[in-house]
């Protein structure tokens, strides 16, 4: 009698190009996973509208879960750019914050036991809050703070860089970065909510910054290959079962970072 073998699931968002491209269509990975039977489906999704992750879940329904969940796609501003800071920010916000919170929402709920959930963030992530006051430095890391407050902060910037007053109420200079931190707090919230109501699974879930990576969005000069901008996103992915830790981390180079 053949062993039936449970066909593992991975959703990568952002796939169609750069370090998504990366991770889920290597030449080698793809000739990998083939040689293995598995098969790679290009799925159309626009993350920024909620009802296109509701039919991205009815069609994972077939697959009865979901053992992989890389958030991925992300957009950032050229310093060239001429659209008001304001129109930036909540375009920026729109995408990389809300986008990834709503993909969550949808399939967190459908992950499997020792699923393995990795938030793409950045390194700017880390480095913004400095340019936020003390009393938001403070929220930010505040290892209690709760979705619902990380998305009226989110707001709150949006706001006031349309009023233009972002920087006056203590807030980031930037766009991409705050969007980022949202990210980055996000993942440590998701993770222990993940603990807290479901004990015993195995579930990671962590954020990681790929690094500085030759991407449209990064451009030409930067230090490093997709390729090797996918090797944490991938690592994180991969994490063992029975693995503890990293959980609700921000990883970088494979290594804990303090945040």
């Known amino acids: 009698m053949s062993k039936r073998v449970r066909l593992r699931v991975a959703v990568v968002t952002g796939a169609n190009k ?15 996973l083939q040689s293995e039977g598995c098969f790679i489906i290009f799925y159309e999704l626009d993350i920024c509208d909620q009802g296109s992750s509701l039919k991205l879940k009815k069609f994972l329904e077939k697959y009865s879960g979901l053992d992989v969940l890389i958030n991925n796609a992300g957009i950032a501003f050229k310093h060239s750019a001429t659209e008001p800071f304001g129109e930036q920010a909540e375009v920026t916000m729109r995408t990389n914050f809300w986008g990834t919170l709503w993909v969550c929402h949808t399939l967190l709920p459908i992950l ?20 936020c006051s003390p009393e938001l430095q403070a929220k930010f890391r505040n290892k209690d703070l709760s ?7 989110m707001g709150e910037f949006v706001q006031a860089a349309q009023a233009g007053n ?27 909510v993940l603990t807290e109501t479901r004990p015993g699974d ?19 000069n930067a230090t ?27 990883v970088w180079d494979k290594t804990v970072q303090e945040w």
């Open 166 to 192: 972002h920087t006056a109420q203590g807030l980031p200079n930037t766009a991409y970065g705050t969007t980022k931190i949202g990210v980055t707090v996000l993942s440590r919230i998701q993770a222990r």
């Open 224 to 250: 490093k290959s997709p390729e090797e901008g996918a090797e944490t996103p991938v690592y994180l992915a991969m994490l063992p079962e029975g693995a503890k830790e990293p959980h609700g981390q921000l």
């Open 147 to 153: 979705e619902e407050e990380l998305c009226l902060l």
């Open 112 to 131: 499997r036991h020792n699923a393995r959930v990795v938030n793409v963030s950045s390194f700017v992530s880390k480095k913004s809050p400095d340019q």
């Open 18 to 32: 750069g370090i998504g491209l990366a991770i889920k269509l290597g030449q080698e990975a793809v000739a990998g």
């Open 202 to 220: 195995g579930i990671l879930l962590n954020a990681c910054c790929p690094g500085w990576v030759r991407t449209d969005m990064a451009g030409p």
